[in-house]
T-cell receptor, first 114, second 113 residues
Framework: GAGVSQSPRYKVAKRGQDVALRCDPI?????LFWYQQALGQGPEFLTY????????KSGLPSDRFFAERPEGSVSTLKIQRTQQEDSAVYLC????????????FGEGSRLTVL | AQSVSQHNHHVILSEAASLELGCNYS??????LFWYVQYPGQHLQLLLK??????LVKGIKGFEAEFIKSKFSFNLRKPSVQWSDTAEYFC???????????FGTGTRLQVFP
């Protein structure tokens, strides 16, 4: 499709498990962002890629969170040893022109940690 | 640190009523301002944005927003809402020397026929 695609849409993990969330941005978009949205809150910035370079990871809440975009297209957000407080919707967005371009969001991956 | 406040958490209106959703931000420097909308079951999408120039910005679906620098505000308005405007609305701010969008907590709008 023409939009940002995220998978899985829903993920249930037991505490301590590792999870991987995938984002397939719009073709040709050089900028890719990850956001975390807890229930009843607005999205919170996690990290930003320009092509394969991770330019800003200041929003990653702990060293259990890791993101990569090795070929400058698909990105994966990995969460190791999941905790209950990691339960949230993880949103991916892409843009053709960084933050000043329009961000196109995916539908998100809802993670529930039991 | 930058922050965004949306004081209206839940707004309920009848069709044809006028809408104004408040947004205030805290940041002393130059900013880019955005409103995003999330319709039920859909992804976030851009409603309108302000970078510079005329502080009254017009967006899609009849929405507009006014940037008032002295008040650090970027309120969203629509003169006559429709049932299809039922959605969650997020104000967001980007400080021009960063690559982050800072979102408010959102306002849930319900419009009844």
């Amino acid at each position: 499709g023409a939009g940002v695609s995220q998978s899985p849409r829903y993920k249930v993990a037991k505490r301590g498990q590792d999870v991987a969330l995938r984002c397939d941005p719009i073709s040709g978009h050089v900028s890719l962002f990850w956001y975390q949205q807890a229930l009843g809150q607005g999205p919170e910035f996690l990290t930003y890629f320009q092509n394969e370079a991770q330019l800003d990871k200041s929003g990653l809440p702990s060293d259990r969170f890791f993101a990569e975009r090795p070929e400058g297209s698909v990105s994966t957000l990995k969460i190791q040893r999941t905790q209950q407080e990691d339960s949230a919707v993880y949103l991916c967005a892409s843009s053709s022109a960084g933050i000043t371009g329009e961000l196109f969001f995916g539908e998100g991956s809802r993670l529930t940690v039991l | 640190a930058q922050s965004v406040s949306q004081h209206n958490h839940h707004v309920i209106l009848s069709e044809a009523a006028s809408l104004e959703l408040g947004c205030n931000y805290s940041y002393g420097g130059t900013v880019n301002l955005f409103w995003y909308v999330q319709y039920p079951g859909q992804h976030l999408q851009l409603l309108l944005k302000y970078f510079s120039g005329d502080p009254l910005v017009k967006g899609i679906k009849g929405f507009e927003a006014e940037f008032i620098k002295s008040k650090f505000s970027f309120n969203l308005r629509k003169p006559s809402v429709q049932w299809s405007d039922t959605a969650e609305y997020f104000c967001a701010v980007n400080a021009r020397n960063t690559d982050k969008l800072i979102f408010g907590t959102g306002t849930r709008l319900q419009v009844f026929p």
